[in-house]
Nanobody
Framework: QVQLVESGGGLVQAGGSLRLSCAAS????????VGWFRQAPGEEREFVAS????????YYADSVKGRFTISRDNAKNTVFLLMNRLKPEDTAVYYC????????????????????WGQGTQVTVSS
């Protein structure tokens, strides 16, 4: 069982930055790919970014490529999402999720690949 807790959300002006954190429980964190997803009001949840267990592979949605950076610190069981040049359309609840990958080298981008989810953190970007 893996528990995930997101933090770092808040209110920011357009063009600003935020860094989200996803803290995970468990002793085999490096065997889990981690992804960030978001859900805006009235919208379907969508993929944002993901990172492999060993941190070598990353994957981004086109809408955030070049603005967001995902990284991880396996020693601290934490994954980060640095969000720069934020836009009002980035407003959403952001969720992190983890999916088992014994190879440690895969970054998943589909929800079905993830087994555990956090409770979410709100990000609001004002114009």
């Amino acid at each position: 069982q893996v528990q995930l807790v997101e933090s770092g959300g808040g209110l920011v002006q357009a063009g600003g930055s935020l860094r989200l954190s996803c803290a995970a429980s468990g002793r085999t964190f490096s065997r889990y790919a981690v992804g960030w997803f978001r859900q805006a009001p009235g919208e379907e949840r969508e993929f944002v970014a993901s990172i492999s267990g060993n941190g070598a592979s990353t994957y981004y949605a086109d809408s955030v490529k070049g603005r967001f950076t995902i990284s991880r610190d396996n020693a601290k069981n934490t994954v980060f999402l640095l969000m720069n040049r934020l836009k009002p359309e980035d407003t959403a609840v952001y969720y992190c999720a983890s999916g088992w990958d014994p190879t440690g080298g895969r970054a998943y981008y589909t929800e079905i690949s993830y087994n555990y989810w956090g409770q979410g953190t709100q990000v609001t970007v004002s114009s």
